[in-house]
């Protein structure tokens, strides 16, 4: 039963090429130890132990998996544009980086960006501002939101809950989670405009 639960988690996930599902069961086994340990069976849970152990189990592989990976999507895309290049025989520049991935030169820029560990010593994101300027920065964002749409936030970036997920763990559709997601980073966008990046 158990190991099911697992599985099925495992498949709700979208993973890179080349990466073997398999290889998140481990993450996947400590989402479920967590969900024995905090799931309380009364009559005001909103889902089963099953579901529930599901949902835990995801959000742990989903955490074991980004952790391993220290590059963002864009980079991963941008690192297989790269290697088609490569194997076609062509010489690897922007503007054929461009039209291999369909995007524009500053789309591209943001995809070129890796995560990196935060450390006081290191630019942020190499972006050319310090660890605290970031945080500053992303004080402000946050600061002006709601609960609401701090935690779709929240849910959506950090633990990387689709918005279905989000509606039925806010109760609310997912219509309605799109909304709130959109009016929160047209407020962030607004907040956290830095003319000096």
């Given at each position: 039963?158990?190991?099911?639960?697992?599985?099925?988690?495992?498949?709700?996930?979208?993973?890179?090429?080349?990466?073997?599902?398999?290889?998140?069961?481990?993450?996947?086994?400590?989402?479920?130890?967590?969900?024995?340990?905090?799931?309380?069976?009364?009559?005001?849970?909103?889902?089963?132990?099953?579901?529930?152990?599901?949902?835990?189990a995801?959000?742990?592989?989903?955490?074991?998996?980004?952790?391993?990976?220290?590059?963002?999507?864009?980079?991963?895309?941008?690192?297989?544009?790269?290697?088609?290049?490569?194997?076609?025989?062509?010489t690897?520049?922007?503007?054929?980086?461009?039209d291999?991935?369909?995007?524009?030169?500053?789309?591209?820029?943001?995809?070129?960006?890796?995560?990196?560990?935060?450390?006081?010593?290191?630019?942020?994101?190499d972006?050319?501002?310090?660890?605290?300027?970031?945080r500053?920065?992303?004080?402000?964002?946050l600061?002006?939101?709601?609960?609401?749409?701090?935690?779709?936030?929240?849910?959506?970036?950090?633990?990387?809950?689709?918005?279905?997920?989000?509606?039925?763990?806010?109760?609310?559709?997912?219509?309605?989670?799109?909304?709130?997601?959109?009016?929160?980073?047209?407020?962030?966008?607004?907040?956290?405009?830095?003319?000096?990046?």
């Amino acid at each position: 039963m158990m190991m099911e639960i697992i599985k099925n988690a495992a498949q709700r996930i979208r993973l890179p090429d080349g990466y073997a599902r398999e290889d998140l069961y481990g993450y996947g086994w400590l989402g479920y130890k967590k969900a024995l340990k905090t799931y309380k069976s009364n009559s005001e849970a909103s889902m089963s132990f099953d579901s529930y152990a599901e949902w835990q189990a995801k959000y742990a592989m989903i955490d074991g998996w980004r952790k391993e990976n220290p590059l963002s999507r864009g980079n991963i895309k941008l690192q297989k544009a790269k290697d088609r290049l490569l194997l076609s025989g062509k010489t690897i520049t922007d503007d054929a980086l461009c039209d291999e991935l369909g995007v524009g030169k500053r789309r591209l820029e943001t995809m070129k960006i890796k995560f990196i560990e935060l450390d006081e010593t290191e630019p942020f994101y190499d972006l050319g501002f310090e660890k605290m300027d970031a945080r500053i920065l992303l004080s402000c964002g946050l600061a002006g939101l709601n609960t609401k749409e701090l935690s779709v936030i929240w849910m959506h970036f950090y633990r990387g809950d689709t918005l279905a997920d989000i509606g039925k763990n806010m109760r609310i559709s997912e219509s309605r989670v799109s909304q709130i997601k959109a009016l929160a980073l047209r407020k962030m966008k607004r907040t956290m405009t830095y003319d000096e990046v």
